[in-house]
């Protein structure tokens, strides 16, 4: 599709109320998104973009991509790419969710049945790469060459996942292998996309629902490689430092932030740190990470902890009072 460019954006910031796009530094490599609004936050936060509902935001050099919904519906999503200037590209229309992969160059999203996946050149023009049809999965991670795709066929969060790798063709699913391996959740890639980092049952088919993080193998529909158990339980989110030696992931029952070494825990699991009532975490360095914690009514606070001291620094974001909904936007590279 042809970018189609426009002042559009310089418009709909002149006859908002609020501010969504700000760009304030929070720390290095993260910036922070916020909609200043005259009510107190609400739990579930909606961010929106004149009448759009802003479904995601990724900050590429000084531009911004950003993922609009119309009317709601599942099909109306576009991806626009704001340029520093006020101007505008739209990139693709009719999307179901758009993927973004941690180097700002690589994009995958689904329209109808069909995914696609493309990459942005120099100029930030989208080049279609590969495309496959499918009955079932989205776009829900980079590994390597291949995208991790998934659904959820209860309504609830997603419980079936598989790969496809491009280079071999059309995708060719097999949703029953990762469930027969007893996986419950998919986190993240490894740093060099060999592996995946996830949650897997200890003894599947044994009517157990003890869990441990697994190392998964993308090549192979997601089949466990390796099990770390003996750690506090995990959820359904963890987050991999750029580095891939930290993996932070939600504990429950105590609910809070659980950091483990990710170079050693399928050898010897231990925590590193955890953190109290600390939600949304985003890596700013290594070891380094940038988290929400929520003590009660009220917005929540920011603080910046370094993996292995007790204590975090809190960290001010610039322009935003206790009525300013905030989401943290990693810088991609």
Not at 56 to 85: F, K, M, N, P
Not at 125 to 146: I, K, R
Not at 309 to 326: C, D, I, L
């Amino acid at each position: 599709m042809s970018p189609e460019t426009s002042t559009r954006f310089k418009d709909e910031l002149r006859n908002q109320p609020h501010e969504l796009i700000a760009g304030k530094d929070v720390d290095r490599t993260i910036r922070c998104l916020f909609h200043l609004t005259n009510t107190p936050v609400a739990v579930g936060k909606q961010f929106f973009f004149g009448n759009d509902l802003v479904a995601g935001a990724w900050q590429i050099g000084d531009a911004w991509l950003v993922e609009r919904y119309g009317d709601g519906t599942e099909d109306s999503g576009t991806l626009w790419l704001y340029h520093a200037d006020g101007s505008a590209q739209r990139l693709i229309d009719h999307e179901t969710g758009v993927l973004v992969a941690p180097d700002g160059k690589r994009l995958a999203w689904r329209v109808g049945k069909t995914v696609n996946v493309a990459h942005l050149d120099a100029a930030h023009n989208l080049v279609h790469d590969a495309s496959t049809t499918v009955d079932n999965g989205y776009p829900l991670m980079f590994t390597g060459s291949g995208l991790v795709l998934g659904y959820s066929a209860t309504g609830g969060g997603t419980d079936h996942w598989d790969v496809w790798l491009p280079q071999h063709g059309r995708f060719v699913p097999d949703w029953n292998a990762a469930q027969a391996a007893g996986v419950s959740a998919v986190y993240a890639s490894t740093a060099d996309g060999r592996w995946l980092i996830g949650q897997a049952l200890s003894s599947p088919g044994t009517g157990s629902k003890d869990s441990c993080l697994a190392r998964l193998d993308p090549l192979n529909h997601l089949t466990v490689a390796a099990r770390a158990c003996g750690l506090p339980e995990a959820g359904e989110w963890g987050v991999l430092s750029p580095d891939g030696h930290w993996l932070a992931y939600a504990g429950i029952s105590p609910a809070r932030l659980v950091v483990v070494d990710a170079t050693t825990m399928f050898q010897q699991p231990r925590v590193a740190a955890a953190y109290d009532n600390a939600f949304t975490p985003v890596w700013t360095g290594p070891g380094t990470l940038v988290v929400s914690v929520s003590n009660g009514p009220g917005a929540p606070r920011y603080y910046r902890y370094q993996v292995g001291q007790p204590t975090g620094e809190e960290v001010g974001v610039p322009g935003t009072t206790a009525q300013t909904a905030v989401e943290l936007v990693p810088k991609l590279s």
